[in-house]
């Protein structure tokens, strides 16, 4: 992951989160050994989201969860408690387009309970409460994103997902699926 607002700066996921400040000619976090970003952050690194407007404001997804960061990933906090399980994916996506909910955090992975809640390998943050979408996933989410096709205009707005599952939702889906919101 490139930050959009330092292209010098570099993320490399793995079993570790490796890091450049220098385009990649030197790197911390590439051993256990080394420092890195989000050490209190464990499993694996699966994705890094960098905030657009504020390349300070991080958030990590690995096998132990979710993880925010508010200073570039020099402290992270466990973010919402969505229970260990693989975190291959986060993606902003405002559901209702134009309308007034804001956008929320999706996340997809190989995780399938919060608390009590079944979420089947694709949730949502609603404040501090990590919400299925629909029936969820029947396998592992590996990558999303949103996506507008008429930027603010009045044409729904889609959360894309992609994975190794068949069905989505309680639909057929093979291995790529849109999600509207509704």
Known sequence: RI????????????????????????????????????????????????DPQNSDRMIAGSDGGVFISYDGGKTCDHLAKLPPGGVYALAFFDEDGIGPAPQRLFAGGYFIQSGAISINRVAKLVGSTWLPLGTGANNIVYAMTGYNSDGSGTLPSGLYVGGTFGNVGGVGASRVARWTGS
């Open 3 to 50: 930050d959009q607002n330092n292209p010098n700066r570099l993320f490399i996921t793995g079993a570790n989160l490796s890091s450049s400040e220098d385009g990649g000619k030197t790197w911390t976090g590439a051993s256990p050994l080394q420092g890195r970003p989000f050490r209190r952050a464990f499993g694996d690194f699966r994705t890094v989201w960098i």
